[in-house]
């Protein structure tokens, strides 16, 4: 059955711009965090492995519900999807500035996880079914133009708040905007659904959660406990039967929870395969610049988030470019010279050293950004492009899914070898400066030379986890030969019933 958002056939911008809105302050909060991580850590005294949590956290609830978005596009209108959504934000957003502890910030951050589950695939589908396919790649730049504006503000915002005032309140500036977007929602969205008679199937809800939740804890805690601790091998263990049941038990369905038949399209298939390597190296960036900046170079929050500014800039910028660029000659050279940017950057970020100058690294992660703006939105619009409108909801879903996933697995990953190398190289430099002296050193001395190696050692492990980074960023580049341009398929066995949407 065809979906519509207008009868009159126009895309329904009013709808599209409140719903841009609540996404846009959702990845604002997102940025915001990772120049506070560094702070956090010191006024929660809490240690690197345990403060990414805050970010494999928030992954890890949106990669459990994400899966269920599907079924919830199909079963409730816009608007009560919507307004769930931005409740839920804006609870963990108070939560979250309310926190003292650890343990009550990772549970707000968690429950601004469950809104934006909800947000990001709710959005992307009224995308998809608003615009057609020669005009979606443009459609999706100026999406991605607005969406990006979030992280291009958001370090300079957060390390300007940091200086000034105490980290929570980069929550409590959110909340005040979140319970506005909350009234936006409640008037200004009209939009009706016919009653459509979906069951939501509880096993299959139960083996997602404990498929990808298994999966996404295991490696978020193999940076504390280590790979050889049965909590972690046990929990992936669990994780990937769970999975493996779950996508059985979805292609025995008529009307699955998460369609995987979608995966018999090839450039969905292949835009996937993409994503995951590619958010598994990204995320490597995110989390460890901000780590190199103000731990080992010791530069203020302010002067962190303003060497970040020109990327996310760039990245935004390039957005509305690369989606027309992406109409007329479809994703292929995009992806490819994208990647190798990407690629070359990484590598250039495993060679920091204790004195690398401020210029040099806002220049290469400018650069960086630059080739990631050619790579995520032109290889996800090209995947989408191949399905059939019906399977809009389970594709959009499934993307989200896998970014969220691919995400946390990776930022887990790259933290666990950052802190593993971190930890053998300092017991080996500590060894080394033991047999180098000649006398006994004072207390003072002793303190120095310990605060030193610890700084060498941690920028060892940084380095060595770019590098990963690289190799991994540079199995994408392969994949990307094999991009084609896709055009839209209809296919009566795909996805559910669709009701039609009317806005009012």
């Given at each position: ?322 989606g027309k660029i992406f109409d007329k000659i479809g994703g292929r050279m995009l992806a490819f010279t994208g990647l190798i940017i990407m690629t070359v950057t990484t590598y250039f970020f495993s060679k920091l050293t204790q004195d690398t100058s401020y210029s040099h690294l806002m220049i290469l992660n400018t650069v ?137």
């Amino acid at each position: 059955m065809k979906q519509t958002m207008n009868p009159t056939g126009r895309p329904p911008y009013g709808l599209i711009s409140v719903l841009m809105v609540g996404a846009f302050i959702a990845f604002l909060n997102n940025t915001l965090l990772n120049i506070a991580l560094p702070s956090i850590m010191v006024d929660l005294k809490v240690e690197a492995s345990t403060v990414q949590w805050l970010t494999t956290g928030f992954m890890l609830v949106n990669g459990i519900l994400i899966p269920a978005t599907a079924y919830l596009i199909q079963k409730y209108s816009v608007r009560n999807l919507f307004l769930v959504a931005m409740c839920l934000f804006a609870a963990g957003t108070i939560l979250g500035g309310t926190a003292h502890v650890f343990p009550i910030l990772l549970a707000g951050r968690m429950i601004q996880a469950a809104g934006s589950a909800i947000m990001m695939p709710l959005l992307m589908n009224v995308m998809l079914v608003s615009f057609p396919v020669e005009k979606r790649g443009t459609a999706m730049g100026i999406f991605g133009l607005i969406l990006m504006a979030a992280p291009a503000i958001g370090p300079t915002l957060s390390g300007w708040i940091i200086e000034h005032y105490d980290w929570r309140m980069l929550f409590h500036f959110i909340t005040p905007i979140a319970i506005l977007v909350v009234l936006l929602g409640f008037f200004m969205l009209k939009d009706k659904k016919e009653k459509v008679y979906l069951r939501l199937d509880i096993f299959s809800l139960l083996l997602s959660s404990a498929g990808f939740g298994g999966i996404l804890y295991g490696f978020s805690s193999a940076g504390g406990k280590g790979w050889d601790s049965p909590l972690v091998y046990g929990t992936i263990a669990i994780g990937v039967i769970s999975l493996l049941i779950f996508i059985l038990r979805q292609l025995k369905q008529e009307q699955p929870m998460l369609n995987f038949r979608i995966y018999k399209y090839p450039m969905f298939a292949l835009s996937s395969a993409i994503t995951i390597v590619v958010n598994m190296a990204m995320f490597s960036g995110m989390l460890l610049i901000p780590i190199y900046v103000q731990t080992i170079r010791g530069i203020s929050p302010m002067d962190a988030g303003l060497l970040m500014l020109p990327g996310a800039l760039t990245m935004a910028l390039m957005s509305p470019i690369t989606g027309k660029i992406f109409d007329k000659i479809g994703g292929r050279m995009l992806a490819f010279t994208g990647l190798i940017i990407m690629t070359v950057t990484t590598y250039f970020f495993s060679k920091l050293t204790q004195d690398t100058s401020y210029s040099h690294l806002m220049i290469l992660n400018t650069v960086r950004m630059f080739g990631m703006s050619m790579v995520m939105m032109p290889v996800s619009t090209n995947g989408l492009n191949q399905l059939p409108p019906r399977a809009y909801p389970h594709g959009t879903a499934m993307n989200n899914t896998i970014n969220q996933v691919a995400g946390a697995i990776g930022t887990a990953l790259l933290v666990t070898i950052m802190s593993n190398r971190t930890e053998s190289a300092a017991k080996d430099l500590g060894e080394a400066a033991m047999k180098n002296l000649t006398e006994q050193p004072t207390a003072a001395a002793l303190a120095e030379m310990k605060q030193q190696i610890a700084m060498s050692a941690m920028l060892e492990g940084i380095n060595y986890s770019f590098l990963i980074a690289t190799f991994i960023s540079s199995i994408a580049i392969v994949l990307a030969i094999f991009i084609k341009r896709a055009n839209a398929k209809e296919d009566s066995t795909e996805g559910s019933p669709q009701s039609k949407e009317v806005v009012a």
